[in-house]
């Protein structure tokens, strides 16, 4: 099972976070075959045990020119039935190579240094070890 | 119950709000494939209906939905979304 782990100075205030690149997705690279590709889009994501899908920083999906496949509604705690855009997107997990490909959704994240949340759609598929003591965290898929 | 404003797609979720009663009769649980008032396509996986949208409309917007009677919303709890 292909897995990393991430020490960090001080797990508690940095939190679970790991470096992606986000890029269009193959199946709509295979199927459109667009003659010029975008960087991918470096980014810094946060795994979010609180989080029920996963989700970009707005804007990171237009950047990459990507066009939306779907509409979806979240509850923040100050809000609700905040309608959102989805997009197809990959993306590769720096530490180890691993690739993720699917929907994720596109919302505002406020003041934080992240542009991804990890959200429990992805680790439905995963082994999420987070342990506190030892400032690291281990991530297996 | 506060519910935001968009503008792409607000056709398409238009027509799938239209037809869900009758999507959900006929395919409860399947993925559907709307553009503009046109429902292209059901499908068992989203990325069946999604490889459809890309290969009838290229990089455009279109809409696919699962069809159930509600939608769940995503819930996030660590407010770290500006909702």
Not at chain 1, 20 to 30: A, D, F
């Amino acid at each position: 099972m292909p897995s990393f782990t991430s020490k960090s100075p001080n797990l508690q205030a940095i939190g679970p976070v790991a470096d992606i690149e986000i890029m269009p997705s193959q199946l709509m690279l295979q199927t459109i075959k667009p003659t010029s590709l975008p960087q991918p889009y470096k980014a810094r994501a946060l795994i979010d045990t609180g989080a029920s899908g996963t989700v970009i920083q707005k804007g990171i999906a237009q950047t990459l020119g990507l066009s939306p496949v779907g509409v979806t509604f979240i509850n923040t705690p100050s809000s609700q039935n905040v309608a959102c855009y989805q997009y197809h997107i990959q993306f590769l997990f720096v530490p180890n190579n691993m690739i993720f490909e699917g929907i994720v959704t596109e919302a505002s994240l406020q003041g934080q240094p992240i542009q991804c949340l990890i959200g429990r759609d992805i680790l439905a598929l995963a082994v999420f070890v987070y342990t506190g003591y030892d400032n690291s965290f281990t991530l297996a898929f | 119950m506060v519910m935001t404003e968009i503008k792409t797609l607000s056709t398409e979720l238009e027509t799938f709000n239209a037809k869900r009663n009758e999507l959900v009769q006929k395919a409860l649980g399947k993925f559907v494939l709307i553009k503009n008032g046109d429902l292209a396509g059901i499908f068992d996986t989203p990325t069946d209906a999604i490889r459809e949208g890309y290969i009838k409309y290229g990089n455009s917007p279109f809409l696919v939905k699962q069809i159930l009677p509600s939608e769940p919303p995503l819930n996030f709890t660590s407010n770290l979304i500006l909702g």
